[in-house]
């Protein structure tokens, strides 16, 4: 077997011409952006992607340890994938650090308007839990977790491969791993599924809420994640690697894309028919310029791209045995959902709707970011783990 991956040079090359798309943006944005309106636009743009691309590669993360503790066998063949995907959360992880820190304690903009509570009897009350102290805590805490945890799935899966199997090791390793998936799922639920999109999110529009915002943010996230690995595999499998890993991987993964898109729409479509229903002014507000304002060809094209035309090309079993057709499908809903959450945050900032060159330029610079360090992470492993005791069931898996 293939399985050692060695990072091909245009793999590189392309990773530094869209870092470089994404730094030579960062400034022409510092001088192109001026005034208080120029500013905000500079720093939201950086939260959006910077959140985003976060969010979807601790996915990987997370498609490890849900995997893990229902005792898939399935996917272990393509386990290094989500692996390599997921180291890329540390320096993610530290670029949104860092920026929350100029955000919160820089003043940089005017992003976060909680930071000011003064005069404001609503601010005021949530100022408990919506203040500089308590949401840098939590954020370093958040993100601290997630990096500890997500290096210590990848460091005991490669710690496999230089152990001689025997079935009481094979039962050690999988009740090892599924406790520390297990400490991985909670610290998710807690976070992406809880309070961490509230506040580095939905603060943004602080005279608003909505107890699904946290399951919307992780839908969104979730199958954009998916839609990542796949595109990582068929790519692989395109130089040659993977070889036993067939059509019946990437046809659940492309049922995964599929059924998750549908949860998806149904958040989508559940949190704003119950604020439409309720017809409270103060909860319609966060509504009023997505659908009726500026926005409105945005949030509707977010509905037709995220939940129309995934559930249209999936809906056949043939096309999910395609690899154009789910690598073109895949690329298009990573793009549906960046631009979900730039419906997200730009409304709450900069007001106006304009057209993202800076945005995508970010967002660029963040995908080369990751194909960087997915590219080196894959080459520092074995593509397959082969003491690991599911590795024959993924390798005759059919559906």
Request: glycine letters at 8%; hydrophobic letters at 55%; a positive charge.
């Amino acid at each position: 077997m293939k399985d050692q991956f060695v990072v091909p040079a245009r793999l590189k090359t392309t990773s530094y011409v869209l870092l470089g798309i994404g730094l030579l943006t960062l400034l022409i944005g510092l001088f192109a952006f001026s005034g208080e309106h120029g500013a905000t636009r500079f720093w939201a743009g950086l939260l959006q992607n910077s959140t985003f691309f976060l969010m979807v590669v601790l996915a990987s993360t997370f498609f490890i340890a849900a995997t893990t503790l229902a005792h898939g066998g399935w996917q272990i063949g393509f386990r290094r994938v989500p692996e390599a995907i997921a180291m890329a959360v540390p320096a993610l992880g530290v670029i949104l650090l860092v920026l929350l820190g100029f955000l919160i304690f820089g003043n940089k903009g005017h992003v976060f308007h909680w930071i000011h509570p003064e005069g404001d009897r609503i601010l005021e009350g949530k100022a408990p839990f919506l203040n500089p102290s308590f949401v840098s805590i939590a954020s370093v805490i958040t993100i601290g977790a997630w990096i500890a945890l997500t290096m210590k799935i990848r460091k005991m899966s490669i710690e496999e491969d230089s152990w001689t199997m025997t079935p009481n090791l094979g039962k050690s390793l999988l009740w090892r791993n599924s406790v520390w998936c297990a400490v991985f799922i909670v610290v998710y639920a807690l976070s992406i599924g809880s309070t961490t999109p509230w506040i580095w999110l939905m603060s943004i529009d602080a005279h608003w809420f909505s107890t699904m915002y946290s399951w919307y943010t992780f839908a969104s996230t979730w199958v954009s994640g998916l839609s990542l690995i796949v595109l990582f595999v068929i790519y692989l499998k395109g130089q040659g690697y993977l070889t036993w890993v067939n059509d019946e991987h990437i046809h659940d993964l492309g049922k995964f894309i599929f059924a998750f898109s549908i949860f998806w729409a149904y958040l989508w479509f559940s949190q704003y028919m119950l604020i439409w229903y309720a017809n409270m002014p103060e909860e319609t507000v966060y509504f009023q310029p997505r659908v009726w304002g500026a926005w409105r060809s945005v949030f509707f094209l977010n509905l037709i791209i995220n939940f129309v035309f995934p559930l249209l090309i999936f809906m056949k079993r043939s096309t999910k045995r395609n690899y154009t057709v789910v690598t073109f499908t895949a690329a298009i809903v990573i793009f549906g959902h960046w631009l979900d959450f730039y419906q997200m945050v730009m409304p709450g900032t900069v007001g106006g709707l304009h057209f993202p060159w800076y945005e995508l330029g970010i967002g660029l610079g963040f995908v080369g970011l990751i194909i960087l360090i997915t590219g080196n992470q894959l080459a520092k492993a074995p593509l397959a783990p082969k003491n690991h005791p599911y590795m024959k069931e993924s390798i005759i898996h059919h559906t």
